[in-house]
């Protein structure tokens, strides 16, 4: 979908020790239908296994899915990992209960951007803001 | 019908087998040293002339209506194996390699560097496997890999089992370098699809069109029908025909195969090892049905030392209580006298002790084992590989198990252990041994006659 010649790929999955499976499914299905490449590695994914899978894929963004709370930790140190392994400007998005308790989102937005990661979204963020953003950033029509 | 002559050129000694093919029954083997360096019909007219011998003592006219061979000789078939993940393409390729009977001498991931292309022609392949991308997925580092091969100064053939999207590019690059380069399949087209069968077949093909002819074994071989496949790959297929069965005849059922030899311990298995209890998340690369391993650094002649090393690394002298005098040296002797036959009761205990530790180990690699995460609603089991605690039988074969005094005090090293509860080995197996050498012989039967050779199997393969 890339200037209209190919799909689009993206890693997905939910990182860490979390076994959130419901969220990763209904989005999988979502972006699939939207006409994009989904590759998704399911759950308790470590940071490696996204980024293995999007260099043999040669994927265009990895999706981090996070609903335990502990979010803000499984995904410290991605960038990092991305740059080290030669995928550092990939487009990183992460979303769900990135930290636990009840802080203002603008405050987790500013952590994770901080982090390098491109887009970080609140829990009840509905798919289509997600389809919407992508578009937008990989300049979609 | 009549009588079947089956020989294995192996790397150190040619074995022949005899079977009578109306009365389905094993007549008499026979083996002398691989004269691969002379002319390999040397050792073989030694030990045919042996077989005969045993044969017309049971009053059997000697004609031998089909003969069909596989070899190991001249170091077997091998394959270097180039991906581009470690745990994605280049495993993949690794298991394709073996699976396809396949030595493998050394697997290479990401861009290939001016150092590893040197690596290569020394390491001098018998074929170069490469991989790398899933089919729309990375071309990048496929086609520079491809670039690289072509200025190899060895001539080997290239499988290209990468992805599907630049195989045009790359076998152009290769072509223009005069490389041999035969397209396949992609061995991981999607990242949970695992799709090894087209390359391994292709192997074969090239083993036979080529690679025999190229290691000078087949001048003078005319009168052998032909060699149909690698050695491994032939007792692979006796595996594959006792778990899965034929059309007519049925099979036993999932299986694990250990095959201790002087160079190398191989495990197969023959179970799709899906986890047989709940609470597990699979990951890691999907596993075949058929998957096999062999560890180089495992046997009880030429890799006698290493053998020693990785048992003493990994402690296993001091969790098995074992005291053998002398045994560095007793080993150091039989590492350097590959051909070295076991008669007295130290040397046989020694033999048995290095099978022992052999099969523990190479078990221990092979088969899957589950990592415990603590998630905030309950522990999570976490497997990587094969969960084969359920399977009922494993099959011991190779000269450390069979000419063992007590190989079934061997096989119970493939057995789960308590204290360690995440390495998924069977729990309750019944052991079978291939007493009379013949899997190499079932499994080239096999090609043009699977049920005879799975009666044939059941009939002498003997439980323990």
Known sequence: MIAGKRKLKIVLGVIGSDVHAVGNKILENVLTEEGFKVINIGVLSPQEDFINAAIETAADLIVVSSLYGHGEIDCRGMREKCIEAGIGDMQLYVGGNLVVGKKDFTEVKKIFEEMGFNRAYPPGTSPQQLIDDIKKDFNIK | ?464
């Open chain 2, 1 to 464: 019908m009549g009588i079947a002559l089956l020989v294995d050129f192996g790397s150190t000694f040619t074995k022949l087998v005899a079977i009578d093919l109306e009365k389905e029954i094993f007549l008499g083997s026979s083996y002398y040293p691989t004269t691969v360096e002379t002319d390999v019909m040397i050792g073989f007219k030694k030990a045919l002339n042996e077989l005969n011998k045993k044969i017309s003592k049971k009053n059997i006219d000697i004609d031998y209506d089909l003969k069909l061979a596989c070899s190991s000789a001249a170091g077997g078939l091998k394959i270097v194996a180039v991906g581009l993940v470690p745990l994605l393409t280049s495993q993949a390729a690794k298991i394709a390699a073996l699976g396809a009977g396949g030595k493998v001498l050394k697997v290479y991931s990401y861009k290939l560097t001016a150092d590893e292309r040197d690596e290569i022609e020394i390491l001098k392949p018998d074929l170069i496997l490469l991989s790398g991308g899933t089919d729309g997925g990375n071309e990048k580092v496929i086609i520079h890999n491809a670039k690289v091969l072509s200025q190899l100064k060895i001539d080997v053939p290239i499988v290209y089992a990468g992805n599907k999207c630049s195989a045009t590019i790359a076998k152009r690059i290769l072509k223009e370098n005069k490389k041999s380069v035969s397209i396949i399949e992609n061995i991981l087209p999607e990242l949970n699809y695992l799709n090894i069968e087209p390359a391994k077949e292709l192997i074969r093909k090239l083993f036979l069109s080529n690679i025999i002819k190229a290691k000078g074994l087949s001048k003078r071989m005319d009168f052998l029908s032909s060699v149909l496949m690698p050695t491994p790959s032939a007792v692979l297929k006796a595996g594959q025909l006792l778990a899965k069965g034929t059309d007519n005849e049925e099979g036993i059922g999932d299986l694990m195969l250990i095959d201790v030899g002087g160079a190398t311990t191989d495990v197969c298995s023959y179970s799709l090892g899906l986890p047989g209890t709940g609470g597990f998340v699979v990951k890691g690369l999907p596993q075949p049905y058929m998957k096999r391993t062999v560890e180089g650094d495992l046997g009880i002649r030429f890799s006698a030392m290493n053998l020693l090393n990785t048992a003493k690394k990994e402690n296993f002298m001091k969790k098995c209580k074992i005291k053998l005098k002398d045994l560095d040296k007793k080993v150091e002797k039989l590492s350097r006298n590959i051909n070295f036959i076991a008669k007295d009761e130290k040397d046989i205990e020694v033999d048995k002790l290095l099978s022992a530790i052999s099969t523990k180990i190479a078990i221990n690699r092979h088969v899957g084992k589950f990592q415990t995460k603590y998630t905030p609603i309950s522990p999570v089991n976490i497997l990587y590989g094969k969960d084969l605690r359920d399977v009922p039988t494993v099959l011991g074969t190779g000269g450390g198990v069979i000419k063992a005094k007590n190989p079934k005090s061997i096989l119970e090293k493939s057995i789960f252990d308590e204290d360690e509860p995440y390495i998924l080995k069977p729990k309750s197996p019944k052991f079978l041994l291939d007493k009379y050498y013949i899997m190499f012989a079932v499994g080239l039967l096999a090609q043009k006659m699977p049920d005879l050779a799975l009666r044939l199997l059941k009939k002498h393969l003997i439980y323990i």
